[in-house]
């Protein structure tokens, strides 16, 4: 990367635009720094903003991730407002805070990605079947090297991958929780979610190579992957849903329950908000080849619950039915190639 700019004030890309607009628009065009309200920002590259306090900082830092995939364009909308509330002054935050947004160039286009999925790739190095990289393996490359730098430079951090899922959920907004190491914060990361209103919280089974996955897996952050609705075009989102989300990031931001500016901002969760209820994974349905057949309607919502004697898929050869339920459907999609992960069943933790 580049030296950054020192810059007298607010440069005018972002202070006119805002993040997203100076994102769409491909404004970025080198490094750069201002500070402003006991802040100091650093548009670091496209998509990409650090903001850290002028004092020491008091407080773990924290990485806000949206776009990874560039047609959920809920989160990516929220995060901007974030950042157009600290270039504002009107939210001071006491701990360092990186803000991304992940894939530009799918979120000019809306879609999900060009060539392929980019939250699969995040891994230290390319697979022998990567042998030519995409547009999504460079975008990989320069997000982990970023995220490395911002923990070599503020230390641990918390992580939250922000994203919307294709279909209806019949738990709105929950979290994908990385298969963990020995002493992660397991009750820390819970009770913030509480806070932030997600409504359930599925623990993975294996290291995972998704972006919170990476963060957790390689620098040992609290990360986890926010599913906060349906995915929808850019302006048709109601922010409004992310209200008890908006208010707990802007109290762990600044340390403080005052009240926020924001317009579609809730009262204030207690410290005390109820946890949400833990999932595990009990089944991946992996897609076996031509013959392979998810038994469930196109458009069955996550969270769908199977009880025992529920045929859930079958090929040529084999049939799966629930015998040990209930269990629960998350990420059906039978579209994937063979060998891929065609959606998972989970059973929820006592």
Known sequence: MRHPQSLDACPTPLSDAGLLAATLQGRFTSPCYWTFKAQRF??????????????????????????????????????????????????????PLLVILGHPAAMRVQRRYLDENLNRLFKPTLTQSQVKPTRETEVAHRLMTTVSDFHTRHGNFIHLDLHT???????????????????????????????CGIGAAVRQSKVSSTFSGWTHDRLNALSFTLELGKVAPFGENDLSRLASLDQAIRVQLTHTETDTTSANTAPARSETAPLPPVFEVAQEIIQTGESFTLEVAEDIPNFTRFDNGRRVWSDRNQFFQVENGPLYLLFPNPKVPKGQRAGLLIRRCE
């Open 42 to 95: 650093t548009w670091l590259s496209e998509g990409i903003l650090e903001i850290v306090p002028v004092s020491e900082a008091k407080h773990e830092a924290l990485v806000l991730s949206a776009g990874i995939h560039g047609d959920e364009t809920a989160p990516i909308e929220w995060v901007c407002n974030i950042v157009q509330g600290l270039m504002s002054g009107k939210i001071i935050s006491t701990r």
């Open 165 to 195: 899922a294709i279909r209806e959920s019949l738990i709105e907004q929950f979290a994908i929780v990385p298969q963990s190491h020995p002493g992660y914060r397991w009750e820390e990361g819970l009770q913030l979610l509480g806070r």
